[in-house]
């Protein structure tokens, strides 16, 4: 143990507990999981809604329904996910975001209508059941949207919301230079 100026004994300091240290490294990626899952959760009931009123209301196919529901639910999503979620990142061009964006989400897309289209015309086609609308939301909104979600979550991540140090070589501006005197 050291002494201090005024000569009385220091306390070592203590090291962070392991909670601690956990919190100082994901604590950022907890906040940005926080505001995904609001962010979703609004976007999931616009897509739900919109789902059954393109069933019931507007006679729709199912997987066209689904499509229908979750393009109108993604540009809800990406409003709150680009200016909320991710607001603390670079921004990169917007229409370069918003392609992207739909690319990925289409991609998350298929993973709804790959379980919606196993639920509905595979299992449906043996037992009748599956082919209700309790049913087809339950692959499509929970199963598949599940699915879609953790996907969706890392990729705007990784390619969409970029962190400052990772920007995309098109937005370099060269250096300009000029002669020291």
Same mark, same amino acid.
């Given at each position: 143990m050291s002494a201090t100026?005024?000569?009385e004994p220091s306390t070592p300091t203590p090291r962070p507990g392991f909670l601690r240290r956990l919190w100082e490294r994901f604590g950022h990626l907890v906040h940005e999981l926080g505001k995904f899952g609001i962010v979703g959760i609004i976007a999931f009931i616009v897509d739900l809604i919109l789902f059954n009123?393109?069933?019931a209301v507007l006679d729709m196919e199912s997987l066209t329904a689904k499509v229908f529901s979750t393009a109108i639910a993604?540009?809800? #999503?990406f409003v709150g996910n680009r200016f909320w979620t991710w607001r603390h990142r670079a921004r990169s061009n917007l229409a370069r975001e918003y392609v992207l964006y739909f690319v990925l989400n289409a991609i998350g897309l298929g993973f709804?209508?790959?379980t919606l289209a196993i639920s509905h015309y595979g299992l449906g086609s043996v037992w009748p059941v599956f082919q209700t609308p309790v049913v087809d939301n339950i692959s499509a909104n929970f199963i598949g949207a599940a699915m879609g979600t953790t996907f969706r979550?890392?990729?705007y991540r990784r390619w969409v919301f970029l962190n400052p #140090?990772?920007?995309p070589d098109t937005q370099r501006v060269p250096a300009v230079v000029t002669e020291s005197e």
């Open positions: 100026v005024t000569g009123i393109a069933l993604a540009s809800v #999503a709804s209508l790959i979550f890392w990729s #140090a990772v920007q």
